[in-house]
């Protein structure tokens, strides 16, 4: 399967603890899959082209993530699994959907980064 479609609709947290959602949609010739991919870390600073890069320094390709099962990034994990009922009730499998979810999630990643900022300083990322 290759995945499609991939877009951050929520980000949630707090202090050192913050957990992105990412939808996503992975297609093959006969059949599409609707997947979530979770990344928790202690920022949310962190934007999926980070993440990407993470993955390609660490050798970590998508196919090498195994459902359910968190994979250490150093900036955070990442975990994905199929959509639940409750996640296809709260996205839906509507892709201009998750694009407005994802304005919505963009506007609150950026509160909290300015929100952690102003509490603990701005972080030095560049050694991820």
Do not use: C
């Not at 202090?15 to 949609?25: E, P, Q, R, W």
């Not at 297609?27 to 991919?37: C, P």
């Not at 102003?118 to 030095?124: E, R, T």
């Amino acid at each position: 399967m290759r995945l499609h479609n991939l877009v951050l609709v929520d980000i949630q947290g707090e202090a050192d603890n913050f957990t992105y959602i990412y939808a996503v949609l992975a297609k093959s010739f006969f059949k599409k899959k609707f997947l979530k991919y979770t990344f928790n870390s202690k920022l949310p600073h962190y934007w999926w082209t980070e993440i990407q890069k993470n993955m390609m320094n660490k050798k970590i390709f998508f196919e090498d993530l195994t459902e359910n099962q968190p994979t250490d990034l150093g900036i955070g994990t990442l975990t994905y699994t199929t959509f639940s009922k409750e996640d296809l009730n709260k996205y839906g499998e509507d892709v201009q959907n998750w694009k407005a979810l994802r304005d919505v999630a963009v506007d609150n990643q950026l509160k909290l980064s300015r929100e952690y900022n102003d509490k603990y300083g701005i972080p030095d990322l560049s050694n991820n």
